[in-house]
């Protein structure tokens, strides 16, 4: 009998290291890709959509959305201003992702081999942005100079290169055959072999993530592979490992769920030790990976059925020793660098800036006169050749500025409309809202367009209560994936069907666990009058400076859906 593999396997076989038919169809007329050549664009960055507000009215209007991969979210000024520009390729905006990429949206199929060239021309790329393959590398990018920071983007920047498909297609059919310095030489005679990889690459995405000690920015939890350094005497002496962290779930599979990453092991500072432990934790990915259902093919899955001493025997099998215990972490802070931080000194010891700039929605676009975010922000680094980081909370950092210059930059910033974090609802500040309508083809709801207002409606909820001040994190997705990360989250918002929600509270708000279900099915105009209650309960029976998130985790689901019953409609 043949030995047929799941469909979404036997694609990835067919395309022959990524190839399959996208260089034909470039060259076809048509408007959109087959079938076939859309699973394997995403191995290259790319996802054809089609626009969901057009789609209800008449034929689907396709265009792509092409994800840019940034390790660790460090961009030189010349990359910065490559990717301004080639923002009118797509719709003029650019959007900072929660893994500190940058996608384009409503690409035309005839110009995506000029966007992605022109990428490549300024040392960016887009294989492996998306698709069955480590993802994009992220940590945390705040530049302060006496942390280190900066020897671990190094890291980042190695593991991301090394992990990356060595498969020559990705250049043969965008850049003529022509590689950039940041991707590794293809492999293999004719670059066709993936000796990591294989044919059938992984069985689904994989996600890798650093965090630095005590600052969990970038979500580590959620993390396939969570990577935190160690610090003794002033060296990194080593790295402490985790495994097994996701967001996504899905309706109709029970057993899916969101999961936060397990402590693993402890290993030494070395780049090859940490490349070793990683791949190994890739290949076990790799080899024990559901196949046959890709709603459960994360590595997360691999840790439900094995257990955590499992997992670190096979990882212990894999790199040939014992590997030490993890060691254990303490955080104190999850949020962004918003404003004006010291980054540190020049040499005369005037202090270098740096400022986070907010940028709700991670959306760069020139929406109105007062509001022309791509035009300042493209003068500043013109201007002053400021480095830029994004963040995987969808803002940016502003880097490497001197004292002298620091008012010429906020005068810049306030008259481009980009508000001081610090002159924003706190709601606001920290909130993350994923893409949704009209671009995402899974949203089940709306998410990054109704987020200003939800976000306004609860804020003045927690002004009618008395805590005007009180920092909430909030974030929301149009589909149980959770791309917002919103189970993290203070109040985590997510679409489940028509204009309908479910709400999640209890997070941490330091990343560390996950919220549960609050309440199902709450129409999106009900949302804020359903956590009013909630937020009142908060304010009076508080312990001294507990965080929303703590106080729902401590009363418990059960007792706020008490004295939160459904507000009639
Ligand atoms: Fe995501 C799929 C957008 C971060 C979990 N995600 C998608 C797609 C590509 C929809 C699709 O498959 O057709 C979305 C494109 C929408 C659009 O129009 O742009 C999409 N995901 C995003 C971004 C842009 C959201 C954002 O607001 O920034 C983020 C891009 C990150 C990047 O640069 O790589 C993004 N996605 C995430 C995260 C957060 C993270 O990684 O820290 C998650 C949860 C963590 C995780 O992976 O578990 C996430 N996205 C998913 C899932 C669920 C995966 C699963 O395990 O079940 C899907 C659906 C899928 O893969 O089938 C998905
Ligand atoms: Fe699309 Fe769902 Fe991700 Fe939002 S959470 S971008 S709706 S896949």
């Known amino acids: 009998m043949e030995n047929l593999l799941p469909a979404a396997e036997q694609a990835k076989v067919d395309a022959k290291f990524l190839r399959g038919t996208i260089q034909e169809e470039l060259e076809n007329t048509s408007d959109m890709f087959s079938k076939a050549a859309v699973g394997v664009l995403k191995f290259h960055g790319t996802y054809q959509q089609d626009d969901r507000d057009v789609r209800k009215g008449g034929p689907k209007q396709y265009s792509c959305m092409v994800r840019v991969g940034v390790p660790g979210g460090v961009l030189t000024p010349d990359q910065y201003l490559t990717l301004d520009r080639l923002a009118n390729i797509g719709d ?3 959007r900072i992702t929660t893994r500190q990429d940058i996608q384009y949206h409503y690409v035309p199929k005839p110009r995506l081999r000029e966007l992605i060239r022109g990428l490549n021309d300024s040392y960016l790329s887009t294989l492996a942005a998306c698709g069955d393959v480590v993802r994009n590398t992220i940590s945390c990018p705040a530049p302060f ?3 280190h920071r900066q020897n671990i983007q ?7 290169r090394s992990l990356k498909p060595k498969t020559a297609a990705y250049y043969d059919i965008w850049i003529n055959g022509e590689h950039s310095a940041t991707a590794e030489e293809p492999s293999g005679p004719e670059g066709r072999t993936e000796p990591l990889y294989g044919l059938t690459y992984l069985p689904r995405k994989f996600k890798i993530g650093f ?7 970038t979500d580590i939890y959620a993390n396939d592979i969570g990577i935190v350094p160690r610090y003794g005497s002033g060296q990194l002496t080593g790295f402490t490992i985790l495994a097994g962290g996701g967001m996504g779930q899905s309706a109709g599979v029970k057993a899916s769920h969101p999961r936060m990453a397990d402590p693993i092991c402890s290993i030494g500072p070395s780049e090859e030790e940490l490349l070793e432990v990683a791949t190994a934790i890739v290949t076990i990915h790799r080899d024990f990976g559901n196949r046959t259902n890709r709603k459960l093919a994360r590595l997360k899955y691999v840790l439900d059925d094995w257990g955590v001493e499992k997992f670190k025997t096979e990882l212990e099998a894999r790199v040939g020793r ?3 215990p993890p ?7 999850a949020e962004d660098y918003l404003g004006w931080h010291r980054q540190g000194m020049d040499e005369n010891g005037a202090p270098i800036w740096f400022t986070g700039v907010r940028i709700v929605s991670g959306r760069i676009r020139d929406f109105s006169e007062k509001h022309r975010f791509r035009t300042g922000l493209r003068e500043i680094v013109q201007k002053f050749g400021s480095e830029v980081r994004l963040t995987c909370q969808q803002n940016l950092y502003l880097c490497s500025i001197r004292d002298a210059d620091r008012s010429a930059i906020a005068a810049i910033l306030r008259n481009c409309g980009l508000a001081e974090p610090e002159t924003l609802p706190p709601v606001l500040r920290h909130a ?11 949203a089940i709801t709306e998410s990054e367009r109704i987020m200003p207002q939800l976000v306004d409606e609860i804020q003045a909820e927690l002004n009618s209560v008395g805590l005007p001040d009180q920092v909430v994190h909030f974030r929301t997705s149009g589909c149980p994936n959770g791309c917002s990360r919103p189970y993290t989250s203070e109040i985590g918002i ?12 209890g997070a941490s708000p330091l990343g560390t666990r996950l919220g549960s279900l609050f309440a199902q099915n709450v129409k999106r105009e009900q949302i804020a009058p359903r956590l009013r209650p909630v937020l009142s309960f908060y304010k009076e029976e508080r312990q001294l400076n507990e965080a929303f998130g703590d106080f729902c985790h401590r009363v418990g689901m059960e007792a706020l859906r008490e004295i939160a019953s459904p507000v009639a409609a």
Do not use: H, K, Q
């Open 92 to 94: 003029g905006s650019l």
């Open 145 to 147: 100079e006496n942390e």
């Open 154 to 160: 190094e890291y980042v920047t190695f593991l991301s």
């Open 211 to 217: 965090a630095f000690p005590g600052d969990n920015t």
């Open 322 to 324: 014992p590997l030490a």
């Open 327 to 333: 060691e254990p972490l303490t955080w104190t802070r």
């Open 432 to 442: 993350i809202a994923c893409p949704a309508l009209p671009t995402c083809a899974l």
């Open 494 to 505: 997510v679409g489940a069907s028509l204009n309908m929600y479910s709400i999640y509270l």
